[in-house]
């Protein structure tokens, strides 16, 4: 099993930037994706961003790809989201999530381990 741990939310003025730290614990060495998703008050979970342990690929929702990065620390264990240019539709409790399988966050139900969340405000 894995335990993932999100921080870094909190209030931000539109334009300004976040970084999300997800810290992982357990059997690090079981994913094999890394993602990121966020959700709204009475909205599903929207997918946001996925990274590849073993090598350079990502993934990137439409509403986020320029403005976002999602990377690994060296020992690739560890998840980060970069966000910048953050916009009011960002507002959202965001998760990471990890997936034994090889598999973007799109597939949500495919990824067995999930953090608490952290609530990102921007106004």
């Known amino acids: 099993h894995v335990q993932l741990v999100e921080s870094g939310g909190g209030s931000v003025q539109v334009g300004g930037s976040l970084r999300l730290p997800c810290e992982a614990s357990?059997?690090?060495?079981?994913?094999?994706?890394l993602g990121w998703s966020r959700k709204e008050p009475g909205k599903d979970r929207e997918p946001v961003a996925t990274i590849y342990r073993h090598g350079p690929m990502t993934w990137y929702a439409d509403s986020v790809k320029g403005r976002f990065t999602i990377s690994q620390d060296n020992g690739r264990k560890n998840l980060y989201l970069e966000m910048n240019d953050l916009k009011v539709e960002d507002t959202a409790t965001y998760f990471c999530?990890?997936?034994?399988?090889?598999?973007?966050?799109?597939?949500?139900?495919?990824?067995?381990?999930w953090g608490q969340g952290t609530q990102v405000t921007v106004s």
């Open positions: 999530a990890a997936n034994p399988d090889l598999a973007t966050i799109e597939i949500q139900w495919s990824y067995l381990y």
């Open positions: 357990g059997n690090t060495d079981e994913p094999t994706c």
